[in-house]
């Protein structure tokens, strides 16, 4: 059996190379020579030959075969190794990714003195051993300074007081990693700064009519706010008083949608209120109008009408829409989207292009229940029937009177628009244009359709393969 070997997850996990983790938590702490150990026998877990054992180690190292079980002793200690067995010797590596930090054994030590000025900052209560934990794996999970974080917790208590849980502290420690903030430099550089925005929060506040102490998190949002979003004081303070009932939060949530909107003036935004407001009211009608109801429209709004609006359509061509769609049978937003991109696609964005559209179509309908008419069938037009006439009038360029002849000639058939279908296509293949050419090959016709024997198709051709390249021109030509 092999010396060294992995844990399933972990060769499962497919890490071939060495953890950043361990990089990160447990090589600074480690001496040489237990690293070496960790790191040889990670070699070693993947070869299941025979210089997979401990000897290996030993003379790679020259040290004794004691000596790197008592390394790896000091890795089972820290939870990144099992020793599965003593004779023969067998050591399983552990993953790291998957709990590997709550497995990690600090020394106490290590932190003594983050502990005594941790506990200096926040005076007013003790710090108890599961909060000195989560402090301890913040900090080994990441590259954060311990002076660092015994600063934020100084900051922590000025602004809440000597209540504050850590929670709140590790939240501002995260946001000022998030920052690439780890050292006690650039971290106190960064909440100083922060100290700089109080004046204006304040006129926030009482635009807001807020009454409590500034937070560390209201000047993480002005800074996103003013910073990174651009917006001015004055606009923030304007929107602010029409904030009120849902304070800051409602401020941050109407100011992240103007940024997305790209509206960042005062007037920009009260027209794109105005608009918002009558887009409500607009998806309402439509709603209505084809039926459906919804108890929130900001979706609809978001997902149809902002688009729609941007085509260039107005609210009285959409509702009109709208009302074609429910006389046809379209009732739901997803149909009348579908209905509204193939407007878009002719170009008929206005009230007076559908209505002249529509009679397009209402005169096309009455042409096509001519045609059935003629074949004998009374019954409602179908897009099928639009589709064939479609086909047999603008692709085959078939003049009305001869689909009138033919159509005549189907009455009493089986299938008559399948009968039409046929001899267009037919007089489509042989050019047939007039009425007079399809009487002249009446007759061949009416002979041809009589049953007689016929050879079976391709007995009397002669077979022949076709390359890639012939059968893709011969496609190519049949679409032309």
């Known amino acids: 059996m092999a010396f060294c070997d992995k844990e399933k997850q972990l060769v499962d996990g497919g890490i071939t190379c060495l953890d950043n983790k361990f990089i990160i938590n447990y090589l600074p702490d480690a001496p040489d020579v237990r690293s070496a150990v960790y790191l040889l026998g990670l070699v070693l877990s993947e070869s299941k030959g025979a210089d997979n054992d401990i000897a290996t180690i030993a003379n790679k190292l020259n040290i004794s075969t004691e000596d790197v079980m008592a390394c790896y002793q000091y890795w089972e200690e820290m939870g990144l190794v099992h020793i599965a067995s003593d004779n023969p010797p067998r050591v399983l590596y552990l993953s790291m990714r998957q709990g590997t930090t709550a497995l990690k054994k600090i020394k106490p030590s290590k ?4 502990n005594i000025e941790m506990q200096d900052a926040i005076r007013g209560r003790m710090i108890t051993s599961q909060e000195f934990n989560e402090y301890h794996l913040f900090l080994e999970d990441t590259t954060f300074q311990p002076e660092a974080l015994v600063a934020i917790a100084k900051y922590c208590t000025e602004l809440k007081g000597n209540d504050i849980n850590y929670h709140y502290i590790l939240t501002v420690a995260r946001n000022q990693l998030h920052k690439g903030a780890t050292t006690l430099e650039t971290v106190q550089q960064n909440l100083s700064t922060q100290q700089k925005y109080d004046d204006d929060l304040k006129l926030v506040f009482k635009a807001l009519a807020v009454n409590r102490k500034i937070d560390y998190t209201d000047r993480e949002m002005y800074e996103k706010w003013t910073v ?24 941050d949530s109407c100011l992240v949608e103007y940024y997305k909107k790209g509206v960042f003036d005062a007037k920009e935004i009260e027209h794109y209120e105005q608009q918002k407001q009558s887009l409500f009211d607009l998806a309402k009608t439509i709603n209505k109008t084809i039926g459906v109801y919804y108890q929130s429209v900001d979706a609809i709004v978001d997902e149809y009408l902002s688009n729609w609006v941007r085509l260039g359509y107005d609210g009285e061509t959409l509702v009109a829409i709208a009302k074609y769609c429910f006389k046809s049978g379209i009732r739901t937003l997803n149909g009348l989207a579908s209905v509204v991109e193939k407007l878009h696609k002719h ?15 209402a005169q096309k309908d009455e042409q096509i229940k001519q045609v059935l008419a ?23 360029e078939m003049p009305m009177d001869v689909v009138e002849f033919v159509a005549k000639k189907s009455a009493g058939t089986t299938a008559p628009t399948a009968y039409v279908n046929r001899v267009l296509a037919d007089y489509k293949q042989r050019g047939i244009k007039t009425v007079e050419q399809a009487q002249a090959i009446q007759q061949s016709t009416a002979t041809t359709a009589q049953p007689q024997k016929r050879a079976i198709i391709g007995d009397d051709l002669e077979r022949r393969e076709y390359t890639d ?12």
Do not use: P
């Open 228 to 251: 990174d979003f651009g917006f001015t004081q004055d606009t923030i303070c304007t929107i602010a008083k029409k904030c009120k009932r849902g304070g800051m939060a409602k401020l």
């Open 469 to 480: 390249e012939q059968l893709a021109s011969l496609i190519n030509a049949f679409d032309d």
């Open 347 to 361: 170009g008929i964005t206005t009230v007076a292009s559908l209505q002249q559209y529509l009679h397009r179509l």
């Open 111 to 114: 932190y003594k003195k983050f």
């Open 374 to 396: 003629w074949a004998g069938l009374e019954r409602n037009v179908t897009q099928s029937d639009r589709t064939l006439f479609r086909t047999w009038t603008e692709i085959w």
